[in-house]
Antibody, heavy 116, light 108 residues
Framework: EVHLVESGGGLVQPGGSLRLSCSVS????????MTWVRQAPGKGLEWVAT????????YYGASVKGRFTISRDNAENSLYLELTSVKFEDTAVYFC???????????WGQGTLVTV | EIVMTQSPDTLSVSLGERVTLSCRAS??????LAWYQQKPGQAPRLLVY???TRATGIPARFSGTGSGTEFTLTISSLQSEDSALYYC??????????FGGGTKVEIK
């Protein structure tokens, strides 16, 4: 069974940094692109970043580009999102999700809350 | 950036009735469109991809149609567990991946 579990959320001061982690199981992690999506309180879904299977390609949303960094460790079955220079508007639940490689996601974690 | 617009914002429907949700893209996304369902306090769940292909385990009462710029998600007979937010998302021309603002389906 596919499982994705995010961790690392919490309270961070504006301008501060935080590292989110996503531990996966139930599938061959290195076979899949992976994506982060966030959701501000009471708001809709916003794509944050996507990384290719081998980590060679990464894409970012305009609102986080230059401040957030997506990375992965295929040996550890883990995905990461480094948040730096955080702003009030980065307050959201951050979801880790398995991407089918085309841009849509088929499994999601339960999310981790970041409060700035 | 492709802008996705969903309508209406909220639908109030009786159990057993047919529900139709709309999603419009600011330019053609061909059939590269997905629908997700999100219940309060939960992660989204993939319902449909490729505009019309149901994801694994999704009941047959959910169906997606459309191509180009106009898309529809239909629930043929609303069940109590279908009360949720529904989002469309295009993946034709990315980055960025873009979502619609969502439609809330309520039980009348």
């Amino acid at each position: 069974e596919v499982h994705l579990v995010e961790s690392g959320g919490g309270l961070v001061q504006p301008g501060g940094s935080l590292r989110l982690s996503c531990s996966v199981s139930g599938f061959t992690f290195s076979d899949y692109w992976m994506t982060w999506v966030r959701q501000a309180p009471g708001k809709g879904l916003e794509w944050v970043a996507t990384m290719k299977r081998d980590g060679s390609v990464e894409y970012y949303g305009a609102s986080v580009k230059g401040r957030f960094t997506i990375s992965r460790d295929n040996a550890e079955n883990s995905l990461y999102l480094e948040l730096t220079s955080v702003k009030f508007e980065d307050t959201a639940v951050y979801f880790c999700a398995r991407d089918r490689g085309y841009g849509y996601v088929d499994f999601w974690g339960q999310g981790t809350l970041v409060t700035v | 950036e492709i802008v996705m617009t969903q309508s209406p914002d909220t639908l109030s429907v009786s159990l057993g009735e047919r529900v139709t949700l709309s999603c419009r893209a600011s330019q053609s996304v061909f059939s590269n469109l997905a629908w997700y369902q999100q219940k309060p306090g939960q992660a989204p769940r993939l319902l449909v991809y490729g505009a019309s292909t149901r994801a694994t385990g999704i009941p047959a009462r959910f169906s997606g149609t459309g191509s180009g710029t106009e898309f529809t998600l239909t629930i043929s007979s609303l069940q109590s567990e279908d009360s949720a937010l529904y989002y469309c998302q295009q993946y034709n021309n990315w980055p960025p991946l873009t979502f619609g603002g969502g439609t809330k389906v309520e039980i009348k």
